[in-house]
């Protein structure tokens, strides 16, 4: 990956945490141990590891491995763009309905940015009321 890949790609990284930030409420920061020691792009997003692509072309298949591959414990959630296009952030269907598979062959949700996070702060107020119960 060339200089300015990674420099697209980092800038990418800051204008989403930017967002998730601001309309979760959260203290979203980018995985600066990422090259060295993988895992999700970005950190603090509530059940999500978070891969972030920023590109013209798009390999959605390639990228949604990866999302998997670094999801860890957490579920895989791959935010793309391409220039004067808005934010879309695929998640496993699985997660959304409730069913139990392998994330990386099942079929998955393209949701807008504003879209994830009213999912994500779903799910967290479900994990609340859970832990109060």
Not at 106 to 113: C, I, M, N, P, Q
Request: proline share 3%; charged share 25%; net charge neutral.
């Amino acid at each position: 990956m060339g200089r300015s890949q990674r420099t697209k790609g980092a800038a990418a990284e800051r204008e989403l945490s930017k967002l998730l930030a601001e309309q979760l409420g959260i203290d979203c920061q980018r995985n600066l141990e990422q090259v060295r020691s993988g895992g999700a792009d970005l950190l603090g997003v509530g059940p999500w590891a978070v891969e972030v692509k920023r590109h013209e072309r798009l390999a959605i298949t390639a990228w949604w491995a990866q999302a998997c591959e670094q999801s860890g414990e957490l579920y895989p959630a791959l935010a793309y763009r391409q220039s004067r296009q808005p934010w879309t952030v695929l998640v496993p269907l699985g997660v959304l309905t409730g069913a139990d598979h392998d994330w990386a062959t099942g079929h998955r949700a393209a949701l807008s940015l504003e879209g994830f996070c009213h999912i994500t702060r779903a799910m967290e107020a479900n994990d609340e009321h859970r832990a109060a119960s």
